[in-house]
C-alpha cells in the first residue's frame, strides 16, 4: 500500500511540475531527435527563444510572454532579420516625400536596373535578396535607420553595414533618382552618415579562427564589434508593433498608411512562386523555418507564418507571427550552429541541426498551445 501511495505521490509532482513549465521547455522536453541534436550540447548554440501568446479576453489582447536564455548583452550576428526593420523604415521615408510612392520608379546611382520599392520589399521578404535590400539601405542610409530604431522603442539595436558586398560599412551613400512621371524627377542626394561607436556587449569576438576577404584563415577569433545587431526582444517587439499596434503608444507606432501595413503584412507572409520566382530553385518553405523548413511544401491553409529569417555566419535567426484557427502566437529565435568554430568558412549545419531544429520547435509550440 505504502508503495503504491509513493507510486501516486511521484506522478502527482511530476505532472505538477510539467504544469508549472512555460510552453518553451515544453516544447525542448520533447523526445523528437531534431530537439535532441540541439539538447545534448545546449550551451554551444547560442539558443535565445521568445515567445508571445496572444490572448482574446473580451475583446482585449494581451500578450503572455516567455523567455528562454534572453540575455541582450550577448551578441549574435542577426543577418537578414535586420530586413525588416529596413523595409518598414523605406515606407516610413515614402511617406515623408509626397510626390513619390510604392510604385514610383527608381534607380541607384551605377545601379544597372530602375525599380520600385514595391518589388524590392517584395524581393526581400520572398527570396531574402540582399540586392534589394542593399537599394534600400541607399535610400535610407544608417543615420536615418538608427534613428528610426530608437523611435520604435528599441534602443539596443544597431546598423552598422550593407549585406555581402565589399565597402559594406562605407558611411556614405549613393545617390537616387526617382522618375514620378516623364516630366518630373525626385534626387535624393548622396549623404555621409556617422560612424557608430563599437558595440559594448558579451561575446563580440567568435571563434577559433576566420576567413579573410582574401580567402585566408586567420586564427584568430572573428571581430563583430561594428556588424549589425538586432536583438531576439527587440524582433519581436518590432513584429508586435506590425500586427497590434494598438497595444503602444503613438510614439512608437509605425507610421504607415492601412494600405502599407497590409502590403507589409502580405509580403511577409509571400511564397516565392506566388512573387513570380522559380518555385524548383525558391521552393515554398525557402525562408520559412518555423513549422516548414524540414519541409519543401507549405499548407498556408492551416498555419500561417509572417517572417523574417536569417543565416550566416553559423547563425540562424527567425522572427515569425504564427496564426491557426485557434492560437496566435509571436516566436522569435536564434541558434548558433557551428561546429568547427571557424567564421567565414560557409561550413555551417543548418540544414542538420539548426533549420530542423526549427521546424519542430514551431511544431511543438502549436501542439502545446492547442492542447491548452
Not at 106 to 132: G, Q
Not at 170 to 189: A, G, M, Q, R, W
Not at 228 to 251: A, D
Request: charged share 25%; aromatic share 12%; hydrophobic share 35%.
Amino acid at each position: 500500500m505504502k508503495k503504491l501511495f509513493y507510486q501516486i505521490l511521484c506522478l502527482s509532482l511530476l505532472f505538477s511540475c510539467k504544469s508549472q513549465l512555460s510552453p518553451i521547455e515544453l516544447a525542448l522536453n520533447s523526445n523528437n531527435e531534431k530537439i535532441l541534436k540541439v539538447k545534448k550540447n545546449i550551451s554551444s548554440h547560442d539558443l535565445q527563444i521568445k515567445l508571445s501568446v496572444i490572448n482574446n479576453n473580451k475583446g482585449k489582447k494581451k500578450f503572455n510572454d516567455y523567455n528562454y536564455q534572453i540575455v541582450e548583452k550577448n551578441y549574435f550576428y542577426p543577418a537578414s532579420t535586420v530586413k525588416l526593420p529596413i523595409a518598414i523604415f523605406a515606407m516610413e521615408k515614402l511617406n515623408e516625400s509626397p510626390e513619390i510612392n510604392l510604385d514610383t520608379p527608381f534607380k541607384v546611382e551605377n545601379d544597372s536596373i530602375i525599380t520600385t520599392i514595391r518589388k524590392e520589399i517584395i524581393s526581400v521578404f520572398s527570396i531574402s535578396s540582399n540586392e534589394s535590400n542593399n537599394r534600400l539601405f541607399e535610400f535610407l542610409g544608417q543615420d536615418y535607420i538608427n534613428e528610426k530604431l530608437k523611435q520604435k522603442g528599441m534602443r539596443k539595436s544597431k546598423i552598422f553595414h550593407r549585406l555581402s558586398i565589399e565597402n559594406s560599412s562605407d558611411t556614405k551613400t549613393k545617390k537616387l533618382i526617382f522618375y514620378p512621371n516623364d516630366s518630373l524627377v525626385v534626387e535624393f542626394p548622396s549623404r555621409n552618415n556617422k560612424n557608430l561607436e563599437k558595440l559594448n556587449l558579451n561575446k563580440l569576438y567568435k571563434g577559433i579562427g576566420h576567413i579573410n576577404n582574401k580567402g585566408i584563415l586567420i586564427s584568430k577569433p572573428m571581430d563583430f564589434s561594428r556588424r549589425n545587431y538586432l536583438p531576439i526582444n527587440e524582433l519581436n517587439h518590432l513584429i508586435k508593433l506590425v500586427f497590434f499596434p494598438e497595444k503602444f503608444k503613438n510614439k512608437n507606432k509605425l507610421k504607415l498608411e492601412e494600405n502599407q501595413i497590409e502590403f507589409l503584412k502580405k509580403s511577409m507572409s509571400i511564397l516565392p512562386k506566388d512573387a513570380g520566382y522559380d518555385g524548383e530553385k525558391y521552393f515554398d518553405s525557402y525562408v520559412k523555418f518555423f513549422v516548414y523548413g524540414d519541409k519543401k511544401e507549405i499548407n498556408s491553409d492551416k498555419i500561417k507564418i509572417f517572417n523574417k529569417v536569417g543565416s550566416a555566419y553559423g547563425y540562424l535567426t527567425e522572427g515569425a507571427y504564427i496564426k491557426t484557427d485557434n492560437i496566435s502566437i509571436i516566436l522569435s529565435a536564434t541558434i548558433k550552429v557551428n561546429n568547427n568554430r571557424i567564421y567565414n568558412d560557409d561550413v555551417y549545419e543548418y540544414d542538420s541541426i539548426g533549420i530542423p531544429f526549427f521546424a519542430e520547435l514551431g511544431r511543438e509550440i502549436i501542439r502545446i498551445m492547442q492542447s491548452k
